[in-house]
């Protein structure tokens, strides 16, 4: 399974990149299998400020619809608008042209984002 080594993840399957005081995010591979293929995706908080824990938006699967979690405290500054007519750009490239939203950070880095060695753990890689 691909976990890229320059993400931090969540025990929510949701990973995070970091640039500066922006953050992306998407779900990762290991997410979009369980989920299936994706549908739709649906982010209405696009201008709000959320915590860390916080649905931002929910993610539409054949199988199932689930919650998508803040992995960092900030602003919803985009929406990935690509996943409007291409949501199955997710299951395609997860880490790439299927990020989701930017985020712009409020404060640091949560301590509890996993490494990708973590991340691996969790998921029994």
């Known amino acids: ?23 992306i995010v998407g779900i990762t591979e290991f997410a979009q299998r369980e989920l299936g293929d994706i549908v ?3 982010v209405e908080t696009i201008g709000e400020t959320l915590e860390k824990g916080e649905a931002f ?5 054949v199988k199932t619809v689930s919650d998508l979690f803040m992995p ?3 602003e919803v500054t ?7 007519s291409s949501p199955e750009l997710v299951n395609e490239d997860p880490y790439g042209k299927g990020w989701m939203i930017k985020i712009k950070l409020t404060e640091g880095l949560p301590t509890d984002l996993l490494s990708p060695e973590a991340y691996a753990e969790l998921i029994g890689e």
Request: aromatic share 8%; no cysteine; hydrophobic share 35%.
């Open 78 to 84: 985009e929406l990935n608008e690509d996943l409007e």
């Open 57 to 61: 938006g929910t993610v539409e699967a």
């Open 1 to 23: 399974m691909n976990i890229p080594e320059e993400l931090k993840y969540t025990k929510d399957h949701e990973w995070v990149k970091v640039a500066g005081d922006v953050a």
């Open 40 to 42: 739709y995706v649906e």
């Open 72 to 74: 960092v405290s900030g």
